[in-house]
């Protein structure tokens, strides 16, 4: 860590910039010489400026946010949409939750979706895309109300098997407990594999226990307990194929064995695969950070410690074919993400970070006001926001200065864990650009929303705008041919009258109290059997 914090100490201070700019440079751009190569040192300003407040303008009760600057359109339900199918040098990065707790109607809780191609088309359906997938993909965090979003943006739950938490918060990871139940169901016929930070060694000062058991492996064995009742009831239907090829440790590229908790079958879409990362971890030594690297679909991930809540928040960097992304989760002002974000003099193309409202604007939100309360209740409903944002997050000036030590710039940076609306996004582009004057909206800097998709290559970032049915189906899956006899079965018949397991929806419940379908006194029809 000292490293990281010396690697950052050298050039203009954020002060001295705005300072010099405010005296003797005017309009000119200066963020991109704050840790630069040559950047001299000066004395710091005595006082941060005063960017002015910035109290919302919208009506409390009709918040909305534009979409101008996003007039591409992609429609990831319609099969003639050229842009669902990856080509071979491309990246799709979906955000699928963006919001920080509670959820709105407009964004669920934070989830971000990466898509690397070629393309893979079903055996079943060559020429149609929407039954497809990416060569690799993952999620990074699934808060509460993400799945949602998946299946409206046609995201079979087959395409969801690697969740990379950054934290356990349950604004980041509370939706595991519906892909977990509901996945095999849907088309995941093999085990669910999460990533995410180990226990986070702080002492309980309650005690005993000296420390509590916090980490990811202990979350995937509790909630595969948890669940028990829901995944034993739903085991008349397949959970697993013949021929499934576990992933090892070597093939992965692991920091330890994908060993499943619980007693599922290690092939089976039951089982959950935690995989534990050492958080304080951040590439010190070789590899000693490396989450996942494969090279059949040569995506490489490795993390980095961030400073939210308790000790054990983690931010990502993922690297494919020349490309790279960053997703830092939740994180107040810190070295890590900014060392990762200028790449080794490189720069990502994209960088995902947190950005948090000032605590009096989300107070103003929170209480559907717009413009300051006054008295008592007021001042200690901003101090417990001033607590929340302070101990945990960036707000948007932190945000600001993150940026303006980021040198060479990302491609494209996306603010997110945001209350997206037209007024809060003004407010954040003026604290921005105080720190970074060539911050350039909808082109170098935008805030996130749900069903927004970025498509990235080495030459362009482009973004779009999902057209999805409100009041669509559940996605597209296509049923492999060799499923294996599901967990509670009886004997029947295939399509060609041979004797097989097949499922028994009848073995686990007491049918004493049902409503026949015909009358055993009359023979009478009560109901169809074919639900008509």
């Given amino acids: 860590m000292k490293e990281s914090k010396e690697k950052m100490s050298k050039g203009v201070t954020r002060r001295d910039a705005l300072k010099l700019s405010a005296m003797a440079l005017g309009g000119l751009a ?20 005063d960017p002015g407040h910035c109290y919302p303008t919208n009506d409390p009760t ?26 071979d040098d491309e990246m799709r990065i979906t955000f699928l939750g963006s919001m920080v707790p509670p959820v709105r109607r407009a964004q669920q809780e934070m989830s971000v979706f990466v898509e690397v191609g070629p393309w893979v088309y079903d055996p079943k359906h060559p020429t149609d895309p929407t039954y497809g997938r990416a060569t690799d993909s993952i999620v990074f965090d699934c808060g509460s109300g993400v799945c949602a979003n998946y299946g409206a943006m046609n995201i079979q739950y087959s395409r969801m098997n690697k969740i990379f938490l950054t934290h356990l918060h349950a604004d980041h990871m509370s939706d595991l407990t519906h892909l977990y139940c509901f996945g095999p169901g849907g088309g995941r016929y093999s085990p669910l594999y999460v990533w995410g930070p180990g226990p986070s060694g702080v002492k309980n000062p309650k005690a005993p226990p000296k420390y509590y058991d916090d980490g990811t492996k202990a979350l995937c064995r ?45 092939d089976d879409g039951y089982a959950v695969v935690p995989i534990e990362l050492n958080w304080r971890h951040y590439g010190k030594s070789e590899r000693d950070n490396v989450a996942y690297d494969n090279p059949d679909t040569g995506v490489k991930i490795t993390h980095f410690p961030v400073i939210h809540c308790r000790k054990g928040s983690i931010g990502y960097k993922l690297e494919w074919n020349g490309l790279s992304m960053i997703f830092t989760g939740d994180t107040k002002p810190e070295y890590m993400s900014v060392n990762n974000a200028i790449n080794g003099n490189n720069g990502v193309d994209v960088f995902i970070h947190e950005m948090g409202l000032p605590p009096e604007v989300w107070a103003m ?61 003004d407010c954040a582009k003026n604290s921005i650009l105080l720190h970074w004057p060539d911050m350039q909206w909808g082109r170098n800097f935008i805030v996130s929303f749900d069903l927004m998709v970025l498509n990235v290559t080495k030459t362009a970032i482009t973004q779009f705008q999902s057209k999805v049915p409100a009041f669509g189906f559940s996605p597209l899956i296509s049923v492999p041919d060799n499923l294996k006899p599901p967990k509670y079965w009886k004997w029947g018949q295939d399509s060609q009258g041979n004797r097989v397991k097949v499922g028994n929806p009848l073995a686990q419940i007491d049918r004493s109290t049902e409503i026949p379908e015909k009358d055993p006194a009359t023979g009478d029809c009560n109901y169809r059997d074919d639900g008509y």
């Fill in 222 to 266: 509790n909630l595969r307990e948890a669940l028990r009742w829901s995944t034993e009831s739903f085991s008349f239907q397949a959970s697993a194929c013949e021929g499934y090829e576990r992933p090892t440790r070597k093939k992965w590229g692991l920091p330890c064995n994908p060993v499943p908790v619980g007693d599922d079958p290690t």
């Fill in 365 to 425: 939100k929170n209480l559907h006001l717009n413009k300051p309360g006054s008295g008592s209740q007021w001042d200690a409903y901003v101090n417990e926001m001033k607590s929340v944002i302070n101990s945990s997050h960036s707000p948007i000036g932190a945000f600001g200065y993150i940026l303006s030590q980021i040198n060479p710039k990302p491609r494209l940076t996306v603010a997110t864990h945001f209350q997206t609306a037209d007024d809060t996004v």
């Fill in 62 to 87: 009709q918040q909305y946010y534009y979409y101008d600057h996003l007039p591409n359109v992609y429609r990831p339900n319609d099969p003639t949409d050229p842009k669902i199918a990856l080509r």
């Fill in 30 to 49: 200066v963020g991109g010489a704050m840790n630069g190569p040559g950047a001299g040192d000066a004395q710091a300003a005595t006082e941060c400026p």
